[in-house]
């Protein structure tokens, strides 16, 4: 990354004391950073899109698509005995083989995660909550920040939060830093995601700076969309988020994770997906640690894929539970 | 100056489109005398996946449509191939050679075959349901009802009668369908599908594959996804038969066995053609309470 100074690991807490000294620093440095390439971006993501990945690779990929899936019920109507069912399936997504992997955490609303934990118990799947005024974001601090800690105390392993859009967009970019930095160290030993919401970023420039901004912020993974919001998730919006970890990783010697969410339904996206990883941040990203896919109906999909590689048929929604 | 020949190229119909074979294979079709007749779209299985996909989704809303409703679309197709009957007959003597006074006769014979299943869609219940006598205080009916998505392998000799002889029976009682075309005599069925885009059938309810019913009738009986399926299209190929029999009954299919060889179609049918699409429905409704 050009924009900033040859740094390493050890002084990463004295770049980010210097870039967030004030509104004025932080602005210079984000605007810094070059402008992305719509068309290029665009049209590298839709050149990736056209692999062809077959027979025992595509084996492997479905079933680390599965081990990456945050499987996710964010209604209002969401019940305990809904999210127990949910999380069953996630530690089983395919009761009748054994040999299908879990996967990778269960994504609830914070009143939740207790009936969620009951189910999962050790078996390693993870519990992820979604908390700070979810979906839209508009909350005072404190109201977020005790959001942040009832979900974590309530057995969440990782918390996936969402920016201020409202304070991004309007240029106050050393206070959505700071709601970050503050979410960061109410999460405790809990992972933190943040949610950019894309969609409402309007430019991939945007996406870029949001990115920086998080990462320096202490961001664990950084995630495209809260799926309440139209469009979620692109093809294109992962490839900028991608290019930002590996630049991050480059300049920092820190790994960041993405995650992707809403509006991946098929595993033909989501194998789309794990190409675009491995061709733009590299195969240390191709494990559920640091991508994952925000989804519900997709791991259906990725169940009905595996079973006609194993049978050699095709399967049909009558032999998955319907969530 | 001469004029050059437009040499067409057909495509399937899935979804109420019409794309081009995912494969991207084509094949040549010829005329009852051999020659060049028009390329058609050579179905692969992952049309025949992508046409059940489509059949799903259109199952719920063709199958809760009131069978008068029903009806009237079976009509309105019947009433398109009028209109469309000089290009019916020209398919037809291409396709089977036929002369032109025959070929009349077979696309009169099919549009009348559509009316006669068209009338039958609101008249079945009654004609199959019940009002159950039990040793009890209920009272007790049964009622046909669909069965899903049914995949009909058409006949390989009558391209446009056995076609509609067999697809006006799966649809008219709710039924949605994915077909496969007479390999060697597929533009009747391309020209039948023209004719389905254009009236009020709704997209998915029939999808028609050109194709080889002995490469995509595999992967249809196998699938675990269609209810139940037609092997009209084998018709004389006893091992062929057996062997869809055998993958049909990994999900419990219904099948409507191969004849040993293709019956005269002519004749008007038995209501087995619809009865062996259908499941029984029977509620048990207390009285007296």
């Not at chain 1, 609303?109 to 993870?126: E, I, T, W």
Request: charged share 20%.
């Amino acid at each position: 990354m050009t924009a900033t100074s040859p740094t390493r690991a050890a002084d990463l807490d004295g770049v980010v004391s210097d870039v967030t000294r004030s509104d004025a620093t932080l602005r210079r440095f984000l605007h810094g950073l070059p402008g992305v390439d719509q068309v290029g971006a665009e049209a590298r993501a839709a050149g990736l899109g056209t692999r062809s990945i077959k027979t025992t690779a595509k084996a492997f990929a479905l079933d680390l698509a599965i081990r990456m899936v945050d499987l996710t019920t964010l209604e209002g109507q969401d019940t305990p005995g809904k999210v127990r069912a949910l999380a069953a399936k996630a530690m089983r997504p395919d009761p009748a083989d054994p040999t299908c992997p879990s996967t990778a955490a269960v994504c609830v609303y914070p009143d939740m995660v207790a009936d969620v934990k009951q189910v999962l118990g050790d078996s390693g799947v993870h519990i992820a909550a979604v908390a700070t005024a979810f979906p839209s974001g508009r909350a005072a601090m404190d109201i977020k920040l005790a959001d942040t800690r009832d979900a974590v105390e309530a057995g969440a392993d990782e918390i996936d939060m969402v920016i201020d859009r409202g304070a991004f967009l309007a240029g106050r970019y050393l206070q959505v830093f700071e709601e970050i930095a503050a979410v960061r160290a109410a999460c405790g030993d809990a992972h933190l995601k943040v949610i950019f919401e894309t969609g409402e970023l309007q430019t991939y420039d945007n996406v870029r700076r949001a990115s920086w901004l998080a990462m320096l912020a202490g961001a664990h993974f950084i995630k495209t969309s809260t799926g309440k919001v139209q469009p979620a998730a692109t093809l294109p919006v992962t490839l900028v988020m991608l290019e930002a970890v590996r630049d991050f990783r480059e300049t920092t010697g820190q790994m960041v994770g993405v995650k992707p969410a809403g509006g991946i339904r098929t595993a033909k996206d989501a194998i789309k997906y794990l190409v675009v990883v491995n061709e733009v941040a590299g195969s240390d990203w191709l494990d559920p640690d640091w991508f994952r896919f925000g989804a519900s109906t997709l791991l259906n999909d990725l169940l009905m894929q595996r079973t006609k590689m194993t049978t050699g048929r095709y399967s049909g929604p009558d032999y998955f539970t319907l969530d | 100056m001469t004029r050059l020949d437009v040499r067409k190229t057909y495509k399937l119909y899935i979804d109420g489109a019409f794309p081009r074979s995912e494969s991207g294979h084509s094949y040549q079709v010829s005329d009852a005398a051999g020659r060049f007749a028009a390329n058609a779209a050579l179905a692969s299985r992952k049309d025949a996946r992508d046409a059940v996909v489509a059949a799903r989704k259109a199952f719920g809303g063709w199958s809760g449509r009131t069978a008068y409703n029903r009806a009237q679309v079976l009509y309105r197709v019947a009433e398109i191939m009028e209109d469309r009957r000089p290009q019916f007959t020209d398919a037809v003597v291409l396709a089977e050679g036929a002369s032109a006074g025959q070929a009349g006769r077979i696309v009169d014979t099919a549009i009348d075959r559509l009316v006669w299943y068209a009338g039958w869609a609101d008249k079945l219940t009654q004609v199959l349901g019940n009002a159950n006598p039990v040793a009890g205080p209920y009272f007790n009916l049964s009622t046909p009802e669909p069965t899903g998505v049914v995949a009909v392998l058409a006949p390989q000799e009558s391209s446009l009668l056995g076609l509609v002889s067999v697809v006006a029976p799966v649809i008219v009682t709710g039924n949605t369908t994915v077909v496969v075309s007479s390999f060697a005599r597929p533009l009747p069925a391309v020209t039948l599908a023209e004719v389905l885009a254009t009236s009020d059938v709704p997209g998915g309810v029939v999808n028609l594959l050109t194709g080889d019913a002995a490469s995509i009738g595999p992967w249809l009986a196998a699938h675990m996804d269609v209810n139940a399926i037609d092997l009209t299209g084998v018709a004389g190929r006893p091992d062929l038969a057996t062997q869809l029999e055998v993958a049909a009954a990994d999900n419990l299919k219904r099948v409507r066995r191969a004849p040993s060889a293709e019956p005269d179609w002519a004749a008007e049918p038995e209501l087995d053609t619809m009865t062996d699409f259908l499941e029984t429905k029977t509620v048990w409704h207390p009285i007296g309470l």
